[in-house]
């Protein structure tokens, strides 16, 4: 193999390293094309926070929970979202979730957008049928900007979501 015929081949093999990677990103999405919506709701309250010290023994800004009433579309409150992170409706049914995916949110200094695969841990009813949730459309909810000085401190950001329910 000439020193051009290696150096196409070794460039090949990049191609497909990034056109693999790229396929990648694309399973990352937190996007549901295909996927028919069984409720749709609107989420206010506030992302929730610890001052904590870190490995490097300075304190700072943790997640801990997020807490928020979310509202049908005619906006009734249906479903209490928090620690877990859970989801309960008013009729018992319960979620709990985990992340598949997340991208930043198209308005800055907000929490990522999400998306969740989730197990009932509730009673049969409204949420007992979902498998995955979308948080789309953050507003807010980002750690605080001041400093912490007082282990355990709390510190609530408010924010706003569109949580979207699949079964």
Known sequence: MNGLSRTMHALSGVTFMIVACGAGAQAASVDLPDAQPLLRTTASGEQIYSCEYGADRVLGWVFKAPRATLSDESGAPVI????????????????????????????????????????????????????????????????????????????????????????
């Open 80 to 167: 209490e979202h928090g620690a877990g992170p859970s989801w309960q409706a008013g009729d018992g049914s319960r979620i709990e979730g985990r992340v598949l995916a997340q991208r930043p949110s198209k308005t800055a200094n907000s929490v990522p957008e999400l998306l969740l695969e989730t197990r009932s841990t509730g009673t049969p009813g409204l949420l007992a049928s979902v498998h995955r949730v979308q948080r789309v459309n953050t507003i807010g909810g980002v750690k605080p900007q001041t400093s912490c000085t007082q282990e355990h401190e709390l510190a609530g950001s408010p924010y706003t979501a569109t949580y979207i329910f699949y079964r």
